[in-house]
């Protein structure tokens, strides 16, 4: 079974410009959660979505975040414009949204650096 | 307001010795526990769970320990081997909290480093 797909793995940007990132689940998995993990800290929930719908996005910021999931599969989380608090690692995570708990597979997500 | 806390950001065990990694936690709607690896440059692998139902799970090496009157979980590495040498992250869950659903609440993570 093949794992969850991030790409790209590393980027490298200038604040205020813009980046995108792209995440594919493991196939069938109707949950997608995107995480950012600063230096030294745990991951931190982004927004999740179940299917193509957003369940919970209380700690995106909004004015810069955005996300979308399409056709409730591949899914891309964009910042715009960035600034350099967003360098982070951003791990994109899915589950089978079945029968609770839900255990979540990570991919390896994308480092950022806004410089 | 951290509801999830590994207070020791490090921790360094001779090869075969035992690793004990510890978290607490504040909220007690939490009822489903976890314990995530992470290897530099690779995302959170599962390593083992705990339903709060239960006060012991055991999966070869490793062990899970729930006390759920003081809001402490621990993870028992046995014999502790210089390829567990990672950062190892306590996490949360609670059926529905908020907004979500069975969402996951991290810790900051440990660093363990077995020598050989």
């Known amino acids: 079974e093949a794992g969850v797909a991030q790409s790209p793995r590393y980027k490298i940007i200038e604040k205020r410009q813009s980046v995108a990132f792209w995440c594919n689940p493991i196939?069938?998995?109707?949950?997608l959660y995107w995480y950012q993990q600063i230096l030294g800290q745990g991951p931190k929930l982004l927004i999740q979505f179940q299917n193509n719908g957003v369940v919970d996005d209380s700690q995106l910021p909004k004015d810069r975040f955005s996300a979308e999931r399409l056709k409730g599969v591949d899914s891309t989380l964009k910042i715009q414009p960035a600034k350099l608090e967003d360098s982070a690692v951003y791990l994109c995570?899915?589950?089978?949204?079945?029968?609770?708990?839900?255990?979540?597979?990570f991919g390896p997500g994308t480092r950022l650096t806004v410089t | 307001d951290q509801q999830v806390k590994q207070n020791s950001p490090s921790l360094s065990v001779q090869e075969g010795r035992i690793s004990i990694l510890n978290c607490d936690y504040t909220n007690s709607m939490f009822d489903y526990f976890l314990w995530y690896k992470k290897y530099p440059a690779e995302g959170p692998t599962f390593l083992i769970s705990i339903s709060s139902i239960k006060d012991k799970n055991e999966d070869g090496r490793f062990t899970v320990f729930l006390n759920k009157s003081a809001k402490h979980l621990s993870l028992h590495i046995v014999p502790s081997q210089p390829g567990d040498s990672a950062v190892y992250f306590c996490a949360a869950s609670a059926r529905y909290y908020g907004g979500s659903q069975g969402n996951l609440i991290f810790g900051k993570g440990t660093k363990l480093s077995v020598k050989p």
């Open positions: 995570a899915s589950s089978s949204g079945g029968v609770y708990p839900y255990e979540q597979y």
């Open positions: 196939s069938g998995h109707a949950t």
